[in-house]
């Protein structure tokens, strides 16, 4: 089955100081979107920055705005990879991790990473580090690829076959 989707923008509604989210009219439009039970698909943008003019601000930040904010069941990050995996999946021998456990002070066992150079935002482990702070606020994070029945299983509040959560 289909999941009704709707595209938000950040930018021009977002602005940060000192690389520091001031604010986000995009979560407002979340609710909304929410509101109508659609689901609200957001994502980083270049955005105003009081300091220095401008700066990333990363869809990572805005999903823990959003599950501070809203309280949600679940939280789902969609990334080009599946889930998270024992070594970079590129490499060969790379497992896909189904399941992470996060103590409460966030402590968990987590494997080796890199990032893409041309990933600004910091790459799977700035979303891990995000995950785990969602997770220490009782909502459990599914990592899943877009453009999958797992994807599609995770945003309808199902739980996907491939996929890695964190709880």
């Known amino acids: 089955s ?4 709707v595209g938000l923008s950040p930018f021009p509604t977002a602005s940060m100081k000192a690389k520091s989210l001031q604010e986000c009219g995009a979560l407002a439009h979340a609710c909304e979107v929410l509101e109508r039970g659609m689901v609200p698909v957001l994502h980083g943008d270049a955005v105003f920055d009081d300091v220095q003019g401008s700066a990333i601000l990363s869809g990572d930040v805005i999903l823990q705005e959003l599950c501070e904010t809203l309280s949600p069941v679940s939280a789902v990050f969609l990334t ?4 998270v995996f024992t070594k970079p999946p590129s490499e060969p021998g790379a497992q896909l991790i189904p ?7 966030g402590s968990c066992t987590l494997p080796e990473m890199s990032t893409a150079e041309h990933d600004v935002t910091g790459g ?4 891990l580090k995000t995950a ?15 453009g999958t029945e797992h994807a599609a299983a995770a945003l309808r509040g199902d739980t996907p076959k491939v996929m890695t959560i964190l709880r």
């Open 2 to 5: 289909k999941v009704a989707a």
């Open 99 to 105: 399941e992470i456990l996060v103590g409460k002070d």
């Open 132 to 146: 785990i702070a969602v997770v220490k606020l009782g909502i459990p994070v599914i990592i899943v690829q877009v």
């Open 124 to 127: 799977i482990e700035e979303k």
């Open 80 to 83: 080009d990879v599946p889930g």
